[in-house]
């Protein structure tokens, strides 16, 4: 009989990654042994023993005997030795499956649904995962685009935006679309998404709600400006509350200002839209997510000076923020 089971670990996925949802293909009544063993001990189930092999990425294989509670874990299989199965009744022998070398199939469908991107191995490529922020059943998990790379990647993409008005960049009619569900003066006007974008061009943005069981620390990324990292302080996003932040450049767009000191302060909600800049309000925006199409325009400034000095000619100005615990 050839089954397969799906371990699946309620372990806070950061500190243990690897535990969860790694799959095995278990025979019953047989077993293989072949010495190489890596650890021989006492486990109260079938499970139990599954579960210590899947912490372990040294562990490839498990031999289980139900009747004595005994539990191998055994490393990569020995080619000679391969195919010579043992008939014993009440022994169970696993084997890992491996898709990718990261003996994970993590976020790979509904059931494996992951907390965050955070969960995932930091060896996965960026891509769409399933995701359930608000954990428990997954019966509400959907799918969410992942940044494995960008400044040691675990970022969830929560919003993909565009320009009403990219070739007349600070015309009043110029604004971020669409918007989030984000909390705003009634005159913003831009479509409102709670679709979860699934990459960097497909124009959407999560549920604002759900952006703070994500984390705290924002990526922005844009082809027109700098990309900043930044840290809550007394201000943070997510929690849509004024103050300082911690931001740093990960990556310089446009090699105008390059040695322009990064925002450090963030104001959600005067205006129409959040914004990011240094000193005053109005005169050192490095980013403005103005969501109004009737004033202001959205600054996307790398020398944080609220002028027009986003990268140019760019055929498809767009933004994105990514978010990470
Ligand atoms: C982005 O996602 C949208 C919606 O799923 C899809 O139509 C589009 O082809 C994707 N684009 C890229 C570049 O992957
Ligand atoms: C957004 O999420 C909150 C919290 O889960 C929920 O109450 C609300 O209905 C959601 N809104 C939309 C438009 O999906
Ligand atoms: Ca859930
Ligand atoms: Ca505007």
């Known amino acids: 009989m050839l089954i397969f089971v799906l371990v699946y670990l309620s372990l806070p996925a950061k500190t243990q990654p690897e535990e969860d949802g790694v799959l095995f293909e278990i025979k019953e009544n047989v077993f293989k042994f072949d010495g190489n063993s890596i650890w021989q001990g006492k486990a109260n189930s079938l499970l139990s023993c599954s579960r210590t092999c899947a912490s372990q990425s040294a562990c490839k294989r498990v031999i289980f ?56 191995h930091s060896q996965s490529q960026s891509g769409v995962y399933w995701i359930d922020p608000d954990g428990g059943s997954h019966t509400n998990a959907f799918r969410a685009y992942c940044d494995m790379k960008t400044d040691g ?64 620390q924002i990526l922005i990324k844009s082809n027109i400006n700098n990309w900043l ?44 839209g959040p914004k990011l800049y240094r000193d005053s309000e109005w005169y050192s925006l490095y980013y403005y997510f103005d969501g109004y199409t009737g004033k202001d325009w959205p600054s996307h400034d790398p020398c944080g000076t609220s002028k027009s000095n986003h990268l140019k000619n760019v055929v498809n100005p767009r933004g994105n923020i990514y978010i990470r615990a």
Request: aromatic letters at 10%; glycine letters at 8%.
């Open 153 to 216: 990647g675990g970022w969830t993409l929560v919003w993909s935006y565009s320009f009403t008005n990219n070739v007349d960049f600070t015309a009043h009619s110029n604004a971020v679309t669409p918007r989030p569900n984000w909390q705003v003066t009634p005159e913003v006007n831009v479509p409102i998404s709670t679709t979860p974008p699934l990459n960097e061009t497909n124009f959407n943005a999560m549920n604002f709600s759900l952006w703070k069981l994500l984390g705290r």
């Open 229 to 272: 990292v930044c840290h809550p302080g007394t201000g943070s996003l997510v929690d849509w509350q004024e103050g300082e932040v911690s931001c740093k450049v990960v990556k310089h767009v446009t090699n105008t200002c390059t040695s322009a000191l990064a925002p450090s302060k963030i104001s959600p909600s005067k205006g129409y």
């Open 65 to 120: 005997e139900g009747s004595k509670g005994t539990c191998f874990l055994l490393g990569e299989g020995q080619t000679h030795l391969a195919n010579t199965l043992v008939k014993q009744d009440g022994t169970f022998y696993l084997k890992k499956i491996t898709t990718t070398g990261v003996y994970s199939l993590l976020g790979t469908s509904k059931s494996a649904a992951i907390a965050s991107c955070q969960a995932l």
